[in-house]
């Protein structure tokens, strides 16, 4: 299976290598670049060794190319962007902006909902907002 991710505004692939790329800003910290993996449920993270990210801090997600803020609006604490899997169907994979917390869910077009990671169950009240407009 082949998968490609990408910003739902601008479209540029935030895929490069085996990685996904994001721009990101947390306090004491006004940007810098996080690589995560594209294999849904592996919570792998990788950053310049400047940069300090602590179990539980809650960071913001950019694209890298247009700057775009890639939060879910109405739930300040997660993050969602577009995949496509084999050049063909699209999904909004939705994870949490919390280092450490482990929930990911893909949510095809027609409100179809995958759920990744061990905390899983955290935010499915949040997944009832409209994340397909
Ligand atoms: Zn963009």
């Not at 290598?17 to 306090?27: C, M, P, R, S, T």
């Not at 577009?82 to 939705?94: G, I, P, R, S, Y």
């Amino acid at each position: 299976m082949k998968t490609n991710f990408f910003c739902p505004k601008c479209h540029g692939y935030l895929s490069v290598a085996d990685k996904v790329i994001f721009a990101i800003k947390k306090e004491g910290l006004d940007s810098g670049l996080l690589l995560l993996s594209p294999k849904l449920g592996e919570y792998t993270y990788e950053y310049h060794p400047t940069i300090e990210l602590t179990e539980g801090e809650q960071i913001d997600f950019y694209c890298p190319m247009c700057g775009h803020d890639l939060t879910v609006e109405g739930a300040n604490k997660l993050v969602r962007v577009k995949m496509q899997v084999d050049d063909k169907e699209t999904f909004w994979v939705v994870f949490s902006k919390k280092i450490g917390e482990r929930c990911t869910y893909k949510i095809s077009d027609d409100g179809q909902e995958e759920t990744f990671g061990e905390h899983g169950s955290l935010n499915v009240d949040y997944l009832s907002i409209n994340l397909l407009k």
